[in-house]
């Protein structure tokens, strides 16, 4: 190679937690970017965070937010890496405000899916016998499924996915685990899959199966770079699902669940909103058009739409307003229909839970 080529490369650097799904995650987002952009070099740098530290509490009672994103953010802010990447659903509906999510790339599977203990590999959950234990420390899966099988006992799991699926086949106490198929599926774990949780017994968290990255608001270069990542569709319905969370002002300790789908230019959305306990659960369906109109054209300008911290130069205004306004008005419909106490309640419980 030239000196004079040497110079003109450009090096990028990128975030990330160690786990090792996270690095998989990451290292798939820079491979992509590679075959993009043959003139840039990418470092990967990798860091602990508060999520990856506690590991004896229940997700939803450490209370704080941001568990697994804050010491990214806080690197991605001190200029000591570029860009992050995340799972979607770690992303809390409102960034730091010089934050932004420059990419959603295409979605993996995004249901829920049962890993049984060996000695149950060939079961259901509905096959289990009373009592038995199923690992998960989602409020929103444990609501959705104690509805579906009351027979069954819940209780929380922590930890990265080797340690989780460590303590289900080690420990004795759990008979299964319930875990996003995507990550499942990113681990090359697919064999380990004894049943994927279908709309109709389990709506999946709002960006569940989707990557993003994350980049300063003002970093036009790194945008205009990580825009090529994006995948429409999925961006579309993740702005709605997003949407939905931010309006219901929730987080990822509370039991709001999702699905969404776009069939031609319509994209529908389901939301429900749940008691920690299932005994409530308000569940509506919601459409709306995706009108196809000019991308955003201006690649370098301060005055970039974001559309729930969401910023894509390539993606239609209209269709992406359209899709927030989608989440907005589910938001609405469900609050009206009595959400916000659903919601406040599950807050209370989730606070009582930290202070024992
Ligand atoms: C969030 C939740 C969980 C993660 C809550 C939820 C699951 C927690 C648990 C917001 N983040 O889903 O209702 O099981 O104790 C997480 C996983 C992935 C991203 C692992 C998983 C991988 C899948 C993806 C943890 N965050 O859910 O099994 O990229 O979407």
């Known amino acids: 190679m030239s000196a004079e080529s040497m ?17 998989i995650q990451t290292n798939s987002v820079v491979a992509s970017l590679k075959k993009l952009c043959h003139d840039v070099d990418f470092d990967i740098i ?28 806080k690197a991605l802010d001190d200029g000591r890496v570029d860009f992050v990447v995340h799972s979607l659903k770690d992303l809390q509906s409102t960034l730091p405000p010089n934050m932004v999510i420059g990419a959603v790339l295409e979605r993996e599977d995004p249901y829920d899916a049962v890993l049984m203990h ?8 509905a096959d289990l016998p009373e009592n038995s234990v199923i690992g998960t420390s989602s409020v929103r899966r444990v609501a959705q499924l104690k509805r579906k099988y009351p027979h069954l006992k ?9 340690t989780r699926l460590r303590k289900l086949d080690e420990d004795e106490m759990y008979s299964a685990l319930v875990l996003a198929a995507a990550g ?23 960006g569940q199966g989707a990557l ?25 319905r993740c702005v709605a699902e997003r949407a939905l969370l931010r309006e219901l002002d929730a987080g990822c300790s509370t039991p709001v669940a999702v699905y969404t789908e776009i069939k031609g230019k319509e994209l529908y959305m389901t939301g429900a909103v749940l008691s920690l306990d299932g005994s409530e659960c308000l569940k509506e369906t919601m459409q709306t058009t ?15 739409k974001h559309y729930v911290s969401v910023v894509a ?36 419980q989730n606070a009582e839970g930290e202070k024992k």
């Not at 060996?118 to 959950?125: D, E, G, W």
């Not at 819940?154 to 080797?162: C, D, I, K, Q």
């Not at 993003?212 to 579309?236: I, Q, Y």
């Not at 995706?290 to 970039?304: E, N, Y």
């Open 7 to 23: 110079e003109q490369r450009k090096m990028v650097r990128v975030g990330t937690r160690k786990s090792q799904l996270a690095m």
């Open 46 to 73: 990798s860091m602990s965070t508060t999520g990856d530290k506690i590991l004896d509490t229940a997700l939803s009672k450490i209370g704080e937010k941001s568990l697994f994103t804050k010491e990214l953010e």
């Open 118 to 125: 060996p000695k149950h590999a060939t079961k259901h959950l």
């Open 154 to 162: 819940f209780e929380s799991v922590r930890g990265n996915l080797n």
């Open 184 to 206: 499942v599926k990113r681990m090359d774990w697919d064999s380990r899959i004894s049943q994927t949780l279908l709309p109709d017994e389990c709506l999946y968290a709002v």
């Open 212 to 236: 993003a990255v994350e980049v300063r608001a003002n970093d036009f270069d790194t945008l205009a770079l990580v825009s090529k990542l994006n995948h429409e569709e999925t961006l579309l």
């Open 290 to 304: 995706l009108s196809d109109t000019q991308p955003q054209q201006d690649t370098s300008s301060a005055d970039l």
């Open 313 to 348: 130069q390539t993606v239609s205004h209209q269709a992406m307003k359209a899709a927030e306004d989608l989440g907005i008005d589910m938001a609405k419909l469900l609050i009206s229909k009595g959400a916000g106490d659903i919601l406040s309640v599950a807050r209370q």
